[in-house]
């Protein structure tokens, strides 16, 4: 899975630029069958020890499309109450690992998470924010939940985030959602 990203993101960084250097190796200079270059899926850590210049050079080319385009294709995965893989996550363990699989560790809760980043104003929001709620109990005012924006119309202000919920999974809510706007405690950006 962290290899195809990496692919996805060094296609887009390199586009289809086919002036490859002659020192480029290719698939067909690798001992593997059908000329197939395989690199075992590890985490992400596990690729910086063996390939030092993958931390700074993903870092780089991390964008908050990357992201928003990674989270999204969990889409309908069912939540999983302290669930921190793709067989089911609760909100902070969904964020967190969308982030993680990018090199970037956020805080293991949601209240953790809301005192990584810098704060941003509602009005401000825009692609790969967190935002933060209150949970249940919304008059506590504590930290309960957490999304992570994923567009903001430009001409009604709208902003919509993906998130893990009790009743549907990875799903889309709108922050102006009585729900959502009555337990909307701030934001942070991370990227």
């Known amino acids: 899975m962290i290899t195809t990203l990496l692919l996805t993101i060094l296609t887009l960084s390199v586009g289809n630029n086919?002036?490859?250097?002659?020192?480029?190796?290719?698939?067909?200079?690798?001992?593997?069958?059908?000329?197939?270059?395989?690199?075992?899926?590890?985490?992400?850590?596990?690729?910086?020890?063996?390939?030092?210049w993958l931390r700074s050079d993903l870092s780089k080319a991390i964008t908050p499309h990357i992201l928003v385009n990674y989270a999204s294709s969990f889409m309908g995965l069912?939540?999983?109450?302290?669930?921190?893989?793709?067989?089911?996550?609760?909100?902070?363990?969904?964020?967190?690992?969308?982030?993680?699989?990018?090199?970037?560790?956020?805080?293991?809760?949601?209240?953790?998470?809301y005192r990584q980043g810098t704060p941003v104003e509602e009005k401000d929001l825009r692609m790969g924010d967190l935002v933060f709620f209150s949970g249940r109990a919304a008059d506590l005012g504590r930290v309960g939940h957490v999304g992570m924006v994923i567009d903001?119309?430009?001409?009604?202000?709208?902003?919509?985030?993906?998130?893990?919920?009790?009743?549907?999974?990875?799903?889309?809510?709108?922050?102006?959602?009585a729900y959502y706007s009555r337990r909307f405690i701030g934001a942070r950006r991370i990227l």
């Open 78 to 113: 069912p939540y999983r109450r302290g669930g921190k893989t793709p067989k089911g996550f609760d909100c902070s363990g969904f964020t967190g690992y969308v982030f993680k699989t990018v090199g970037i560790r956020l805080g293991a809760s949601s209240r953790d998470q």
């Open 152 to 177: 903001r119309d430009p001409d009604s202000g709208i902003v919509r985030f993906i998130h893990s919920t009790h009743r549907l999974g990875i799903t889309v809510s709108r922050l102006d959602e």
């Open 18 to 52: 086919t002036d490859l250097p002659t020192d480029t190796l290719l698939a067909d200079d690798f001992d593997s069958p059908d000329g197939v270059c395989v690199i075992e899926d590890k985490t992400f850590e596990q690729e910086a020890e063996l390939f030092p």
